[in-house]
C-alpha cells in the first residue's frame, strides 16, 4: 500500500493534520508549497522527516502534523466525488460479510475510493478485489490514486454498468457490495458472480427504503437467505476527568458535625443576647455592691420591700469552645469544598442527546452452496443417456 519507510520521500502521499476536523492529504513535491492559517511550508523540507513529526511553520505561529496514511485516515481526508462511506458503516459491512485475510470481493460503485481501501487493506496480498464504476472519469481517478498508492496489484478496477453488462468474473467471489442507485438489477449479476461451494454474502447500500423494499423482492427472487436491514448510527459520548468520588459515610460524617457547629453557634448566640438582657435589667433595676460586684440585685416589684436575688454565676456563661469562627458562619457544603481534593481522578462519560451518522439503509442477504447433484436454480442434474 502506502510507503512502509521509517522517513517521508518526495513522491509519497501523507496526511496532513491541522486539527481534529481538518485534515488534508498531500503529495510531497520539493519545490511546492503548502499553504494554510497555520502557516506555510515548503515541501522540500518535509523530506527526511519521520512521519508522525510535528513540524513549525517557517514563521513559528503554527505547526502542524505529518502523518502515514492509513484507510481511516483517508476516508478523512480523500477528494469528495461521490458520497462516501464512514468509518461505523465501514467496520459493520466488512464484520458482518466476513471479509477477512485472502477474501476475493465485488464491489460496485467506486465513488470516492473510501470502502476500496479499507477493502484492499483487509484482504492483503493474498485476496483481491474486484470494483467497478460506471462513471468513466471517476473511474479514471480512482485508478490513478490505487497506483499512486500501490495497490495495483490488490485490485481490479473496471469501468462498467454492472447492471446491463454484469460482473466480470464467475463463480469467484467470496461477497459482494452494491453501491448503485438500483441495486436490485444487479443482484443476479451478483448471483453468479458469487461462489457456489461455500456460503457467500451481499449488501446493498440504499439512501432510501423504497430502494430497500424492491432490492429485498429481488434477493428473495433469486434465492437469497436471511435478509436483514440495518441502519448505522453514532451516539458520541463525552469523556472527561473527574476527581475520585468521596465515599458517602465521609460526606455524612462531615455534614453531621456541620450541623453540629451551627447548633453550637445558635445556643452560644441565644446565651450571649440572653446576658446582654439580664445585665440592662439589672443595670435599670439595682446597684453595684460595695465591692463594685454584681452578685446581688434588687429588682422592684408589687412589694416594694421584696427583693430578688439573682445568684451571679446563673448570669456567667459557659466556655466556649474552641471551634474557628470562620467556619460557623459557612454552609456544610461550602465547609465540604474547602477539603482537599483527591489526587486521583476517574473517567467518567457523558452520553449526548445528539444522534448522528445516517447515510444509508444496510441490507445483507446470504446465498447458500448448490447441493451435490445439483445445478445453478437448484434442479436435480441429469446426466445424458449414452449411445
Known sequence: MWSTAR???????????????VIQHLIVTPGKNFNSKFGNYRHSDLVGMPYGSKVGSRTGKGFIHVLRPTPELWTMALPHRTQILYLADIAFITSYLNITRGSRVIEAGTGSGSFSHSL???VGPAGHLWTYE??????????EEFTRHGMSDVVTLTHRNVCKDGFTVTDMADAVFLDLPAPWEAVEHAKVALRKDRITRICCFSPCMEQVLRTVGALNDAGFIEITMYETLLRPHDVSQAPTLVPITEISEKLKKAEQKREEKRLRQIAANNKRKRETELEQMGEPDLDGSLGVKRAKTENEDAMIT????????????NLPRDSLDRSPLEIHADSPIPANKISVSKVLSEVRGHTSYLTFACLLPHAPGTNATGSIAVEPDGP
Do not use: C, M, Y
Open 7 to 21: 522517513e517521508i520521500a518526495a513522491g509519497d502521499t501523507v496526511i496532513v493534520w491541522l486539527t481534529r476536523d
Open 120 to 122: 484492499i487493506r483487509t
Open 310 to 321: 439573682i445568684p451571679e454565676d446563673e448570669i456567667q456563661l459557659s466556655e466556649e469552645p
Open 134 to 143: 460506471f462513471h468513466e472519469v471517476r473511474a479514471n481517478k480512482a485508478r
